[in-house]
């Protein structure tokens, strides 16, 4: 009787199970219909290490979806981004074998090459890596307005103008998803600073809004798709972004028209049922407090399951996408192509090395080197948090230099090497540094007068490396991050002091997270090249620019400010804020005495004034402009055109390698538009951008533009609308926004 029983359960059980229908890509409103409540609150809740059933697939892994094996849905695997798949560090398998990613060059790096070819490279060569490791989703690209010069993670990021973020941030998604791999385009939307920034507050007026803060996004969802957007932690004018309708469904998907999923940043728990109706379709990191909430919503109906209905085909679409399902056999290699991509990594970190000074010393002749600075030895190749990527080795700028044929002083080369390690061990021992939050950066040493001068006698030529670094959870500071620390001008200075003295040039290297203070001792040295944070092929890419293996051809994609207070809304941002718990919520500034002026909410006050819009339109001096750079060759423009076609503006311009040397030229498109009904515009607005192959002396190349009329036009938050205003425009053609190397008229 009892054998009978079982045998009819295991007969109804079956039929029930094969029943289910399973996932395909044309059945998703199926699979929705056939969920459970219970089911579909726990599919839009990321699966982590606190779910039964979880078993961590890859070390490092950012973020898992529910998988339903009745329903054939496997779980999506998210890892971090944007420069490289981060890995667990120090990541050793079952069998012992320790394994790597490639850190490539950081976001502005990228963003100073002006090339989408070369983001786009990258983003192919991290999307083969992300399913190498068994992933699905690469948690980037980072793609905030670099508001001001001081957020911890500017590095990551691209520019302080929307048309170059959003290009370049489309070129890389196009990259990373031809390989099969998805993205998340983050962090939607004003997410500008780190202090307090899970409960920040951006507040700002509609125009800034849509001029700046969204609007790269919307020009990276024009010409890409990413697979999901990434929702940020902070408000904006008084809602959390994630739980904001106007945001997520308003402007994100009716307006910009985005079709994938919207994955909120790994937060804890807010309003759930808020987030969802707002458009929030994933929540990660994902709790279980977050499943309940929604299954309680349901049932007192503040959340109706319609919403959750369209978080859970977002998450199918998202699946159906993914290789976790399509291939199900596939079997990760945790391979990754280290050494082609090493390569690209190498030549697109030169593509993005921006060079501001040159009195004649670069490209170096082999020769004698003296190398100053501790990261000359000890290159800084990407920022901290999530951003960090354990790749197998950094490449350092003296073996780069040997390797190219300099002598390097040995004594300078001991000295640093020593020091640098000692450091490290201190800081291992000491446990002062988690591995997790990448390469510290590390005070300059105080050196004597006699091993500088016996550096002079030695050497033919000094190299300076000066270097910074940055990250998630804090930003930087104005004194002695953006600053330069009294030892390190110092270094300069008695560097430059005793090589000038006896007829040598001095060349400065800027390992650098973001913007530092240049003003004040920029013309000491006889070059300064920005050299960013490169990634791990650093120390090449820069000894291939300084060598002259490789021309300069990066731009700025920021303003460099002569004093930090220059920069329009200066005082509107935690500039010399540091937090006793070095992270994270300020959460009750009052209780401690605090102003939460900038920490519990930041007023953009500068509005549309960001950068180059508010230096050129107020015509306030700066160190460098947004779009310098320059090279060792140089170039003509010729025959530039504007027309219109239609609902099109097209424009050409011929640009000729005039130069002794083979060279890229980046060509920025500015217009200064009229009026029309608006009280103020900036002064000139890069509109459109490209770059020329490499082109041999007395070539040419004609670069083309085209971009819609509307982008002419200016945000009306009175009538919710863009408006474009007829009359006289100015086309410039140049990258350098203060310099244009040619102009015309143009008329609507
Ligand atoms: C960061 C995101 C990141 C996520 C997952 C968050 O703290 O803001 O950029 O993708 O963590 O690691």
């Known amino acids: 009787m ?374 000359s030895y000890d290159l800084i190749p990407g920022g901290n948090g999530a951003a960090f990527v354990s790749c197998p080795y950094v490449s350092q700028v003296n073996d780069a230099l040997k390797e190219a044929g300099f002598t390097l002083d040995p004594q300078l080369e001991k000295l640093y090497k020593g020091y640098a390690a000692f450091i490290d061990a201190d800081l291992t021992l000491n446990h002062k540094v988690n591995v997790h939050v990448g390469q510290p950066q590390k005070k300059e040493l105080e050196l004597t007068p006699r091993l500088i001068g016996e550096a002079v006698s030695s050497a033919d030529v000094a190299v300076i490396t000066i270097g910074r670094t940055s990250g998630e959870a804090r930003d930087r500071v104005l004194d002695k991050e953006f600053l330069l620390q009294e030892n390190e001008k110092s270094l300069i200075e008695r560097v430059c002091e005793g090589f000038h003295a006896a007829g040598k040039k001095v060349v400065v290297v800027l390992n650098i997270c973001g913007v530092v203070e240049t003003a004040s001792w920029k013309q000491l040295p006889d070059a300064v090249l920005c050299a960013w944070l490169p990634g791990e092929e650093g120390g090449h890419a820069i000894a291939d620019i300084l060598t002259g293996r490789a021309t300069p051809s990066g731009r700025l994609p920021m303003t460099f400010p002569v004093d930090y207070f220059d920069i329009a809304g200066a005082e509107d941002f935690p500039y010399n804020f540091i937090s006793d718990k070095a992270n994270e919520s300020v959460v009750h500034p009052e209780r401690r005495g605090l102003d939460p002026k900038n920490l519990m909410y930041t007023d953009y006050t500068e509005g549309i004034y960001v950068g180059y819009r508010h230096f050129l339109t107020r015509g306030v001096e700066v160190a460098y402009p947004f779009g310098y750079g320059l090279s060792y060759t140089s170039f003509e423009y010729s025959a530039p055109v504007v027309k219109r076609q239609g609902k099109q503006v097209v424009a050409s311009v011929k640009v000729t390698n005039v130069g002794p040397v083979a060279g890229k030229e980046a060509v920025g498109l500015y217009v200064h538009a009229p009026l029309g009904n608006f009280a103020d515009k900036p002064e000139r607005e890069l509109k459109a951008f490209g770059k020329t192959r490499l082109l041999q002396p007395g070539e040419s190349q004609v670069l083309e533009f085209s971009f819609p009329v509307q982008d002419l036009g200016s945000y009306n938050a009175a009538c919710s609308r863009w408006e474009t205003a007829k009359g006289k425009y100015t086309v410039y053609f140049g990258a350098d926004c203060q310099a244009p190397a040619a102009s015309l008229p143009f008329s609507l």
């Open 2 to 375: 009892k054998t009978k029983a079982f045998f009819l359960c295991c007969l109804f059980a079956t039929a029930v199970l094969s029943a289910q229908p399973k996932l395909n890509p044309n059945n998703i409103p199926e699979i929705v219909k056939a969920m459970s409540p219970q089911e579909k609150a726990l599919l839009v809740v990321g699966f982590n290490s606190a779910c039964e059933g979880y078993t961590p697939t890859l070390p490092g892994t950012g973020g898992l979806t529910h998988p339903f094996e009745k329903y054939g849905i496997p779980s999506v695997v998210m890892m971090d981004g944007p420069v490289g798949v981060r890995l667990e560090p120090d990541w050793h398998d079952g069998l012992g074998e320790a394994h790597f990613t490639t850190c490539f060059p950081t976001g502005l790096l990228t963003a100073a090459s002006w090339d989408r070819e070369v983001a786009f490279r990258m983003g192919h060569a991290i999307g083969e890596e992300t399913l190498d490791m068994g992933a699905d989703v690469i948690l980037g690209p980072g793609m905030n307005l670099l508001r001001n010069p001081l957020n911890g993670r500017n590095f990551e990021y691209f520019s302080e103008d929307p048309v170059l973020s959003g290009s370049i941030a489309a070129a890389y998604i196009n990259g990373v998803q031809e390989t099969g791999a998805g993205t998340s385009a983050k962090h939607f939307a004003a997410n500008n600073q780190e202090t307090n920034r899970l409960d920040g507050d951006s507040r700002m007026d509609a125009r800034t809004l849509r001029e700046l803060y969204t609007r790269g996004f919307e020009i990276c969802l024009r010409e890409s798709e990413p697979w999901t957007v990434m929702a940020s932690y902070n408000l904006l004018n008084g809602e959390y972004t994630q739980e904001s309708y106007s945001l997520l469904t308003g402007i994100l998907r009716e307006e910009f028209g985005f079709r994938g999923l919207v994955v909120t940043d790994w937060t804890g728990m807010r309003n759930t049922p808020l987030q969802l109706h707002a458009g929030s379709d994933l929540f990660m990191g994902g709790m279980y407090k977050q499943t309940e909430h929604i299954l309680s919503s349901l049932e007192d109906g503040s959340l109706q399951m319609a919403d959750l209905d369209r978080a859970v085909t977002k998450v199918l679409e998202l699946v159906v996408k993914s290789v976790s399902f399509r291939l199900p056999d596939f079997v990760p290699s945790l391979k990754p192509d280290l050494e082609g991509h090493a390569k690209l990594a190498r030549e697109t970190a030169a593509e993005g090395m921006v060079l501001l000074e040159n009195k004649g010393v670069l490209p170096l002749r082999p020769s004698r080197v003296a190398l100053f600075g501790v990261h």
